[in-house]
């Protein structure tokens, strides 16, 4: 992709939408080889533009999902121990009495189970998406940071294994904590807002061709008003799109002030936030909006 707005246009092909800013920072992501660093709300599109750019390149997506406590084991590679076992049992059963040779032959690549970050590493092209990095810890950040640097993992029964082109790599985070900044410092970074009236609407219509442009329209404005409100959890782009597919498959064409209350369960899911919408004059919210 030689520049930024066909990056644009192949990630719309995918039916994913980006901005002009976006679209620069996956131009430059690609072209200088950098991770993108994609922070935001939920909801807001970060892990949906990874599996867009894998769309986008033709190339597979891999994820690695972090949670609390994952390590290298989980993440880069292990060993299959109960084959590692079965294999020594037979070895022993045949006679077999070279200790040295046993322990070559067990850690032979065949016993090598490799997880998402090698598997990165080892897939040409591939795009690495390393999913929610907030949720993981100090240690493993400065592990992933190793390995973004050099693209490669030194296996101490194997040796070094490098990927002959590096993956493209998004890493994203919600926030929940700062990430450090001497892993945002290899990335590229960018914030992700949620998106304007306009451009909300096109990614309703893009993922939802069947359901009524006017419906489309009315449920954007609706969770653009919502998230105006101050609730504890606004909605995201995912829930502007489940709702607007909640009220399709109840056979709606159009929303009124009523209809959006009964369903507000589709886009709200803290009694509080509940509570707050029911106050809001959503009917003027529709009206506005030519209801
Ligand atoms: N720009 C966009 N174009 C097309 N679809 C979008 C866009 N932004 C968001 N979506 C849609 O919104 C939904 C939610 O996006 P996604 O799961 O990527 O959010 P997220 O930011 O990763 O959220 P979380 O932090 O909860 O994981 C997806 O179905 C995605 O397809
Ligand atoms: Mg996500």
């Not at 997506?61 to 994952?70: S, V």
Request: proline content about 4%.
């Amino acid at each position: 992709m030689d520049d930024p707005e066909q990056v644009r246009a192949r990630l719309e092909e995918t039916g994913y939408l980006v901005d002009e800013g976006l679209a620069i920072a996956c131009f430059l992501a690609l072209r200088l080889h950098r991770p993108l660093f994609c922070e935001g709300d939920a909801g807001v599109g970060k892990t949906a533009l990874a599996t867009a750019l894998a769309e986008a390149l033709g190339a597979p997506l891999i994820r690695l999902q972090c949670h609390e406590g994952i390590d290298a084991s989980q993440a880069l590679y292990d060993w299959d121990f109960p084959r590692q076992l079965l294999h020594l049992r037979a070895a022993e059963a045949a006679g077999v009495k070279d200790a040295e040779r046993l322990e070559s032959e067990l850690y032979d690549r065949r016993f090598l189970i490799a997880r998402p970050l090698l598997r990165a590493l080892q897939t040409q092209p591939a795009v690495l998406l390393v999913d929610e990095i907030d949720r993981a810890d100090d240690e493993f950040e400065a592990f992933l940071l190793e390995l973004l640097s050099e693209y490669s993992v030194t296996i101490p029964e194997l040796g070094t294994l490098r990927a002959e082109a590096p993956p493209v790599v998004v890493l994203t985070s919600n926030r929940t904590r700062e990430v450090h900044d001497a892993l945002k410092r290899r990335c590229l970074y960018h914030w992700f807002d949620h998106p304007s009236f306009a451009r909300e609407l096109a990614i309703v219509r893009s993922r939802l061709p069947r359901v009524s442009a006017r419906l489309a329209e009315q449920v954007t404005a609706l969770v653009q008003a919502l998230r105006a409100a101050d609730l504890v959890k606004p909605p995201g782009v995912a829930e502007t799109i489940d709702w607007a597919q909640a009220l399709d498959t109840l056979g709606a064409n159009e929303v009124d002030a009523e209809l959006a209350v009964a369903t507000l369960g589709s886009v709200l899911k803290y009694r509080e936030d509940t509570d707050r919408a029911r106050g809001l004059d959503l009917a003027a919210v529709l009206a506005a909006r030519g209801a």
